[in-house]
């Protein structure tokens, strides 16, 4: 029986991996970097620091910089980002993820976010469901970023239950790793690659029912 619901945020509730992408993209291009959607799948998921060091690997320039130079990059591209939220409105919630919300919340199931976006609180008001969720993990409080469960322990723990007694929903090949590797039921969003090791997946959160989830 589980007890209580865990989601990503970007890829799961919202589509903002076009938005990191077009201020990564622009922000690329002044280092002379290029980069594609092909190469932007494996920044999600991954976080801030992560991502620029991805990004400055793959253009073979990650000598180039120190990490105060780095911290700076890092900053102006969510300088970037955070601009590009500002149109968000409760339109780019992603399809059938507010039915199965509603539906979770009217069963009185506790809901967490586990996001590496530490502008998930933000984003969350502008899509106008902050206030549904009973806990936030704060990103900057971790350790380890995804692949590692240390997200989801948290998310669980935040919402009194047992990672075992947690679905934990997905886009990312890392967070599903890591919800598997603390327990916890998987569920996959698929948007473009397959996600391999999910319990189940899905092209859109109506497509399930939470009385069945609850079962798992
Ligand atoms: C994740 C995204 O949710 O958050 C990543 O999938 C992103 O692409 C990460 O890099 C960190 O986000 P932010 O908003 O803190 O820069
Ligand atoms: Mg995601």
């Known amino acids: 029986m589980k007890k209580g619901f865990v989601f990503d945020l970007d890829g799961v509730i919202t589509d903002t991996a ?24 494996q920044l999600k998921g991954v976080g801030r620091m992560d991502s620029l060091e ?19 990059l890092a900053e102006e591209k969510n300088k970037h980002y955070v601009e590009l939220l500002q149109d968000l409105t409760p339109q780019d919630l ?21 996001s590496a976006s530490k502008n998930a609180p933000f984003i969350l008001k502008k899509l106008e469901i902050f206030d549904e969720f009973d806990a936030i993990v704060d990103p900057a409080t971790l350790t380890k970023g995804k692949p590692d469960p240390e997200i989801f322990i948290r998310a669980a723990q935040a919402i009194h239950i047992t990672p075992e007694e947690a679905v934990g929903f997905e886009d990312a090949q890392a967070g599903i790793e890591g919800i598997k590797a603390c327990g916890m039921f998987a569920v996959g969003v698929e948007t473009t690659e397959p996600l391999y090791q999910a319990d189940l997946r899905v092209k859109r959160l109506d497509e399930l029912s939470v009385d069945s989830l609850l079962q798992k």
């Open 54 to 72: 991805r990004i400055l690997v793959y253009g073979g320039k990650e000598k180039d910089f120190s990490l105060a130079q780095k911290e700076t």
């Open 18 to 41: 076009k938005l990191h992408f077009i201020a990564w993209k622009d922000l690329a291009a002044m280092l002379d970097i290029e980069i594609d959607l092909t190469f932007n799948e």
């Open 94 to 114: 992603l399809p059938g993820f507010k039915t199965f919300l509603d539906s979770a919340k009217k069963k009185q199931v506790p809901c967490a976010v586990a």
